[in-house]
């Protein structure tokens, strides 16, 4: 069931246009990324440009985290994060 929520989920990030990107407030992702203690698991193999090409990918990327990790963070959280790590590692248009 979980997976199930998880695909639903990302599908409904997945319609994420540009103009929501640009209503990701990355401060507010970067608090979130601290709180969640993403570099727990990334310290080792940090974030992937070359394979996270899109900010789309980017986002379900961070989806994928929030729903297998338990985070509880809502769309536009997940959007804040997405870009707070756009800005900081991934750099996509």
């Known amino acids: 069931m ?3 929520f ?7 990030l997945f319609s994420v246009s540009s103009g929501a990107f640009a209503s990701g407030d990355p401060e507010a ?6 709180q969640a203690n993403c570099l727990q698991c990334h310290a080792a193999q940090p974030y992937n440009p ?3 090409n899109t900010f789309e990918k ?7 985290c929030n ?5 509880g963070w809502f769309e536009d959280e997940v ?5 707070y790590l756009n800005d900081k590692y991934y750099k996509v248009k």
């Open 6 to 12: 998880a695909i639903l989920a990302t599908t409904a």
């Open 58 to 64: 980017l986002v379900a990327a961070v989806n994928f």
């Open 50 to 52: 070359q394979k996270t």
């Open 79 to 83: 959007l804040d994060v997405a870009a």
């Open 2 to 4: 979980k997976k199930v």
């Open 29 to 34: 992702g970067k608090a979130l990324h601290n």
């Open 67 to 71: 729903v297998n990790l338990n985070t």
